[in-house]
T-cell receptor, first 115, second 111 residues
Framework: DAGVIQSPRHEVTEMGQEVTLRCKPI?????LFWYRQTMMRGLELLIY????????DSGMPEDRFSAKMPNASFSTLKIQPSEPRDSAVYFC?????????????FGAGTRLSVL | ELKVEQNPLFLSMQEGKNYTIYCNYS?????LYWYRQDPGKSLESLFV?????AVKQEGRLMASLDTKARLSTLHITAAVHDLSATYFC???????????FGKGMKLTVNP
């Protein structure tokens, strides 16, 4: 398997622009997670899905952030409008859940810079 | 609210030396995860500890879990430069699939 695939790997945008991050989970994984990593706050869970349904979005910082999972092989995280404080590395991860030890496999991440 | 604390957060050690790092968590959990992250890279799963007293070993790293003390240790034996990375522990929140990560321990192994 190719693993979790994220795109783009790097994104530089200007404040106020819309940003869309994409993720393709590992085939057969029922859970998909979106994380944000910064030096100040560490690794934070933003939202996670089970069978394409959002289960917990309590980590989504504000209404500017939205995430969708239209099917089992694709998810997006959108920021509109973007702000400089959104600059971070965004990781997507997938797993097969607790019945399979819930090991989360991470993608390579998207490094977002908002100028 | 579940809190996961790691210490130390930074460690510089000489090759060949041994050291133990710690991960404490604040609420009951019977499982714990260790991940490794190389600079600028993604997180890679190292160990899954699924019960009290669980011990896992891979090469020069050995992890253990004491659920009563809410403590996991990661022991490094005869460190080598290739072990230089950031090590995270993570604990499930409330029995869910949501993991709460510690801040990570940045390890530098010097020749």
């Amino acid at each position: 398997d190719a693993g979790v695939i994220q795109s783009p790997r790097h994104e530089v945008t200007e404040m106020g622009q819309e940003v869309t991050l994409r993720c393709k989970p590992i085939s057969g994984h029922d859970y998909l997670f979106w994380y944000r990593q910064t030096m100040m706050r560490g690794l934070e869970l933003l939202i996670y899905f089970n069978n394409n349904v959002p289960i917990d979005d309590s980590g989504m910082p504000e209404d500017r952030f939205s995430a969708k999972m239209p099917n089992a092989s694709f998810s997006t995280l959108k920021i509109q409008p973007s702000e400089p404080r959104d600059s971070a590395v965004y990781f997507c991860a997938s797993s097969r859940g607790q019945d399979f030890k819930n090991i989360q496999y991470f993608g390579a991440g998207t490094r977002l810079s908002v100028l | 609210e579940l809190k996961v604390e790691q210490n130390p957060l930074f460690l510089s050690m000489q090759e060949g030396k041994n050291y133990t790092i710690y991960c404490n968590y604040s609420t009951t959990s019977d499982r714990l995860y260790w991940y490794r992250q190389d600079p600028g890279k993604s997180l890679e799963s190292l160990f899954v500890l699924l019960s009290n007293g669980a011990v896992k070993q891979e090469g020069r790293l050995m992890a253990s879990l004491d659920t009563k003390a809410r403590l996991s240790t990661l022991h490094i034996t005869a460190a080598v430069h290739d072990l230089s990375a950031t090590y995270f522990c993570a604990v499930p929140q409330g029995g869910s699939e949501k993991l709460v990560f510690g801040k990570g321990m940045k390890l530098t192994v010097n020749p």
